[in-house]
């Protein structure tokens, strides 16, 4: 349908929805700069310059463990990690409880998931656009490794799946089964601060955290990307095939993103064996001189 036929009532449709993906960035914005008050008493950290030589021996020198030094350098990048982990984990609580209650207060929508809609779910969605344009931002600015790459496909493979449901007003069910992921990522997010606190593997919060990480990486991310992968197979063949096409490369990308993951986690917190596990970050210290701030030690947590 092209823009030109549609009628008043679509236009404002679609003004609603603009409006309320705005209302979602600037909420996550200003949160993200909050945190950053809160945490470290600054709104922001110094851009990454992705071509320049001293950034990139910067960002390599940060990778390093410092455990011989007194007092160990701060560094902005982990910084704003911690903030950056602080506003996902809380849309991740928003959006992965969201997602599991309409799963179980709209069961109808697992008999037909690419016709199903309801208005109240897709409010999910504009939620979860607005914070992904937050996040990609974010990144753009700040993130100087070669981790942005993974985490930018990621985020362009999610936000068109977003438009495809909003644009179409189809795979609303697909689009609330994926979100289920996000259960997950509450605790991916929770693991990962802990992580760039320093935290003790050791530690019975560290191990409840890495167990429950593991319990709902594999029931709903690995089961959800399963389901959806047969889903596409049994109804490939009744839909319009540009809609296959998205739904495939969309379903399949995610899947291969988790498997992926799922390995990191594994390896990393020792349950493929100790010679793959990361070695326990060294504890972080209290720098006086910078008013009590934490100063964080370098800990390289990619998951």
Known sequence: MMFIDWEQDQWE?????????????CFFRLLQYAV????????????????SDAAR???????????????????P???????NEAVSLLHSAISGIWAL?????????????????????????????GYLLHDLLDLLINE????????????VVVLTAFYTTLSSEKFLGVVVCGLLMEVNSIFLHSRSLLNLYGWSKASSTYRFISLMNMLTLFIFRMAVSVYLLVWQIMT????VWYYVLVTFVVILSLGITNTVLAYRVLAADGYLGESRARLPPPPPVIDSKDGGNLVLVTVDTEE
């Open 36 to 51: 950053r008050w809160y945490l470290f008493g600054k709104w922001s950290f110094p851009w990454f310059a992705y071509f």
């Open 13 to 25: 449709r679609v003004g609603i929805a603009v409006v309320q993906v705005i209302i979602s960035f």
């Open 144 to 155: 100087g490794s070669l981790r942005i790459l993974e985490l930018l496909f990621h985020h």
């Open 101 to 129: 209650s309409a799963c179980v207060l709209y069961p109808q929508m697992f008999s037909n998931m690419h016709t199903w809609y309801n208005s109240s779910t897709s409010y999910l969605i504009l939620m979860s656009t």
């Open 57 to 75: 021996n910067e960002d390599a020198e940060s990778m390093q463990e410092v455990s011989a030094l007194a007092t160990p350098p701060r560094t």
């Open 236 to 239: 490939c063949w009744d839909l």
């Open 77 to 83: 990048h982990k910084k704003w990690r911690i903030s």
